[in-house]
């Protein structure tokens, strides 16, 4: 039978998570890159780049989604 490779010593805990902290930071960083985040011109709210404001509902200046409409939709009156 072919005997199998195995490590001559112990890995340690910091050099495995000294590996794995590696990876995380690069993965973060591609992610950084590829998702911009910048200020509402109106608002001033983080928002992705060349995506609609969730909080004003603005994109480029014009009024895309009216918040205050509906913010009254959700508000619903129950009789009793």
Do not use: W
């Amino acid at each position: 039978m072919a005997k199998h490779p195995v490590p001559k010593k112990k890995t340690s805990k910091g050099r495995s998570s000294r590996r794995y902290k590696s990876f995380a930071n690069k993965t973060r960083k591609k992610i950084v890159e590829k998702i911009r985040i910048v200020d509402c011109p109106s608002c001033g709210e983080k928002i992705r780049m060349h995506h609609l404001c969730p909080s004003c509902g603005k994109y480029k200046g014009k009024q895309i989604i009216n918040k205050k409409k509906e913010m009254e939709k959700k508000i619903t009156k129950i009789k009793a």
